[in-house]
C-alpha cells in the first residue's frame, strides 16, 4: 500500500500506536488464559496444573489466529478513522470479555474427554446448554465485527487501487466471516430450540473445515475479466485457425 494512500486514510491516531495497543491487549489476554501463577509445591500439584495446559494450548492458538487475522487485516488496509478504530475497540472488548468462557469450555470438555475426570464444573445441564450459547454468542460477535472491518476496507477498495487476486482475497474473507457466523449461529439455534446437552451445538463446529474449504475453493475459481476475454478470443479463433489449416 503506498504511503499516500495511507496518509489519505490516517484518522485520530498513527498506525503503530493503534497495532501496539492492539498487540498488548492481545497480550493481556493470553495472560489470562495460564492455568495458575502459583509454582506447585507437590507432585500432585504438579500433575493437577498439567491437565489444563492442553486446554491452555487450544485457546491459545484459537486467540493467535484472531491475533493474525487482526494483523494481517491492517497490513492490507492501514486505516485508522474513526469507524476503524471504533471497530478495533470493540474487537478487543468482545475478546478479553470471552477469554474466560472459551478457557472454561475447553478445561471442562478436555478433563471430561481426556482425563475421565470427575466433572463438577456444571450443577445441571442448563449451565452447559448456556456455557455453549455463550461460546456461539463470542464467536459470532468477533467475526461480526471482522465483517465490519472488511466491509469498510470493500468500500474504500478503490481508494487503495486493489487489483483483481487482492479484491478476490478480501472477498474471500469477507465470505470466511459470514461461514463462522453461520455455523455459530446454528449451535445457538440448536441449543435454543433442543433439549441438547452439547453434544450437536458442539460437533456442529465441525462443519467450519468443510465450509471454509468451500469458500476457498470458489474463490480460487475465479478468474480476471481480461484473462475469461482472452480466454473467449483463443476459443473463438481456434476454428478459424483449423479451417485455415484443412484449405
Not at 478479553?96 to 475447553?106: E, G, I, N, R, T
Not at 445441564?125 to 476496507?153: C, D, P, T, W
Not at 487503495?160 to 487476486?165: C, I, Q, T, V
Not at 458442539?202 to 467450519?208: A, P, T
Request: proline fraction near 3%.
Amino acid at each position: 500500500m503506498s504511503d499516500t494512500v495511507h496518509h489519505k486514510h490516517q484518522g485520530f491516531i498513527s498506525l503503530h500506536r493503534l497495532e501496539g495497543f492492539s498487540d498488548a491487549v492481545f497480550a493481556f489476554a493470553v495472560t489470562l488464559l495460564v492455568v495458575s501463577l502459583e509454582v506447585p509445591k507437590s507432585a500432585h500439584e504438579l500433575f493437577h496444573l498439567m491437565h489444563g495446559f492442553i486446554a491452555f494450548g487450544v485457546a491459545f492458538v484459537l486467540l493467535m489466529v484472531l491475533w493474525y487475522q487482526h494483523g494481517k487485516f491492517f497490513k492490507r488496509f492501514p486505516l485508522t478513522d474513526l469507524w476503524m478504530i471504533s471497530l478495533n475497540t470493540a474487537l478487543l472488548f468482545v475478546i478479553l470479555l470471552y477469554v474466560y468462557p472459551l478457557k472454561f469450555l475447553f478445561a471442562s470438555l478436555f478433563d471430561s474427554w481426556i482425563w475421565r475426570a470427575n466433572n463438577d464444573n456444571f450443577s445441571s445441564v442448563s449451565e452447559i446448554r448456556q456455557l455453549m450459547a455463550i461460546y456461539g454468542a463470542g464467536i459470532i460477535a468477533v467475526n461480526f465485527v471482522f465483517f465490519l472491518m472488511h466491509k469498510h476496507a470493500w468500500r474504500l477498495r478503490e481508494k487503495f487501487n486493489l487489483d483483481f487476486e487482492q479484491l478476490n482475497e478480501l472477498q474471500s474473507d469477507i465470505g470466511g466471516n459470514l461461514v463462522n457466523m453461520v455455523v455459530a449461529g446454528l449451535s445457538v439455534l440448536i441449543v435454543a430450540v433442543s433439549n441438547d446437552k452439547g453434544t450437536w451445538s458442539g460437533f456442529i463446529y465441525c462443519l467450519l473445515g468443510p465450509l471454509h474449504w468451500w469458500n476457498g475453493a470458489r474463490h480460487a475459481k475465479k478468474k480476471p475479466p481480461n484473462a475469461i476475454e482472452d480466454a473467449k478470443d483463443v476459443t473463438k479463433e481456434a476454428p478459424k485457425e483449423a479451417s485455415k489449416e484443412t484449405t
